[in-house]
């Protein structure tokens, strides 16, 4: 299973859906979307702990993390 | 066509009610959660997404260092939600201040997380947003 992760006012919302299920996928990749859409920053986690952007949703991403758009402090 | 009105407005009507009544229990179930649970699963994903080593010095000392992925400074972030990324300079001297956050209300921890991951992936974008501020 994979899972869409998204930071909001409760800590963190998990979306978990099954890359091998054609209707969640498709579910997945429209929420990628519209989170990118809005200003989201889309980021996976590379095998060292790092963090990548990804520009295009990916169906073979374990774990993607959206963080809201950075305004100054 | 009097009946086919109303029937359309009952519609409206209901879905209406079904749309509040849920808005009105997300904001319940929001307003009663304890903070602190929503401080926890903040604090838990930045653990998850931090280095070992990082994760090793944010136990210790409640700050990590992260290396901007353009100029290969040093930062280092202090546990918060704001004016709370200092660069560093090369003897590991804190030099100048800057704030920058992920836009909405959040927890420390993802506001932390947010900042970790801007400056490793793209800091001239993180800093072009960013304000400085001055250290004492």
Not at chain 1, 38 to 47: D, Q, W
Not at chain 2, 33 to 51: C, D, F, K, V
Not at chain 2, 54 to 72: K, L, M, N, P
Request: one cysteine or more; a positive charge.
């Amino acid at each position: 299973m994979a899972v869409q992760i998204v930071m909001d006012h409760n800590g963190d919302t998990r979306h978990v859906f099954d890359a091998n299920n054609a209707k969640e996928l498709a579910r997945a990749e429209k929420r990628f979307r519209e989170l990118t859409g809005a200003g989201f920053t889309a980021a996976a986690r590379t095998g060292s702990g790092d963090a990548k952007v990804i520009r295009k949703f990916d169906p073979t991403s374990e774990e993607t993390l959206f963080v809201p758009r950075l305004v100054g402090g | 066509m009097f009946g086919r009105a109303r029937d359309f407005a009952t519609a409206r009507c209901r879905e209406l009610l079904t749309n509040s009544t849920r808005w009105a229990k997300a904001f319940s179930e929001w307003f009663r959660e304890p903070g602190r649970a929503r401080e926890a699963r903040g604090i838990n994903l930045l653990r998850e997404w931090l280095s070992p080593e990082q994760r090793a010095q944010y136990d210790r000392f409640g700050y990590f260092d992260v290396t901007g992925c353009d100029s290969g400074k040093r930062y280092r972030i202090r546990h918060g939600t704001g004016t709370n990324i200092y660069e560093m300079d090369a003897a590991g001297q804190t030099r100048t201040g800057w704030c920058f956050v992920p836009d909405g209300y959040l927890v420390a921890g993802d506001v932390v997380l947010a900042q970790k991951i801007a400056l490793e992936t793209d800091e001239i974008g993180a800093l072009t947003v960013a304000k400085h501020f001055v250290l004492r």
